[in-house]
């Protein structure tokens, strides 16, 4: 099963070279789940105050600077990772460098048909 574990945390948790070893160590963990065949994808979010939200209300699209909700926590990054399980995807999620700083979120991934297959897939 695909989840995907929203790295969540406040974007002045870590000073600049504390998020740069943890770059270093994200890819690492990323190096390990793609020998163990459960990499699908992961990504760091540029800075919140980079977000643009879209709404549409009554047919009409309505653009506002930042992110949808106003948190302590940011959403930071994410990976998306094959599981055979929830206890399986907890401990790839306990794995995650930012999980010391923050919170990450695992929530199963749906599958839905039409979908084009992900490349990783393919």
Known sequence: MKYMLLVYMDEQAMTD???EHCYVESAKLTQDLNASGQYLGAGPL???STATSVRVREGKRLI???PFAETREQLGGYYVVEAADLDEAI????RIPPA????IEIRPVMEIQGLPA???RA
């Open 46 to 48: 540029h800075s919140v």
């Open 17 to 19: 070279e504390e998020r």
């Open 64 to 66: 506002t600077d930042g």
């Open 118 to 120: 992900s490349e990783a």
């Open 91 to 94: 401990s790839i999620a306990e």
């Open 100 to 103: 010391r700083f923050g919170t």
